[in-house]
């Protein structure tokens, strides 16, 4: 069997032209076309559209591992998750034949998101507990201060003959080689830093340049506190700071302990 060498249809034996388009054949017989595609058969792919072997995108994959660790360092690494997956997601709609991992990238900028979106809200909740564990931790600084300023009037005293330290505005100077440094005067609480000649807290006057003899139940003898008074000295329980600890107030007493009160006494003695 030939076929024209022109458009393809079959032709008698030794014909020397075609019987569908009149074009002479010479000797040569024509290689038969290629089958068209029929039913159950699948076309040939042009060589211009072979598929290109994907690959998932990188960016993709760490955008979604960064993600996942906002878990544990938050904002940290859930920003530059969002950032990388957003890369991702416009690079693979780009290049859909190169690149794969959309899905990867969409959920490490929804996990990312997520994360970013939580955290003023856990610093929200969490910020009221920080503050008041560091308000404790001052409070508790502030005691153990005064403890010291008190342990440190008794260890003068003994020094001195059984004689407290002189009343006056500057009785922290007395005492000041007794504490070894003069920031024990100053009270974490406070807005402004305290010192030997500005203590953040007042003397009892009644109790200093007395004697230890004089005191009957220095357990409950108030000698410093929490006070503001313009002269350092407390006259009264009304120089009492209650306003510096939360509604506190921490005073320390001539037997060398500290405590801390919720209400104003009744006097700064017994």
Known sequence: MTYCAKCGAEMAEGAPRCAQCGAEQGMQTAVPPPPMAGPGMTPPTPMSEQPVAQQTHGLAIASLVLGLLGIIFACLTALPGLILGIIALNQINQHPREFGGKGLAVG???????????????????FPVFSKARHTARGTTCLHQQQQIALAIQMYAQDHNGLYPPAGEDWAVAIETYVGSAKIFDCPDTATPGST?????????????????DITDPGHTIVLGDSNAADYQLHSPTDLDFARHSGDCIVGYADGHAARLSASPASLGP
């Not at 490490?108 to 969490?126: D, E, R």
């Open 108 to 126: 490490g900028i929804v996990v990312s998101a997520c994360f970013m979106l939580f955290v003023p809200i856990f610093a929200s909740i969490l």
């Open 197 to 213: 000649l500005a203590p953040d807290y007042g003397a009892n006057p009644a109790v200093f340049g007395k004697k230890e003899a």
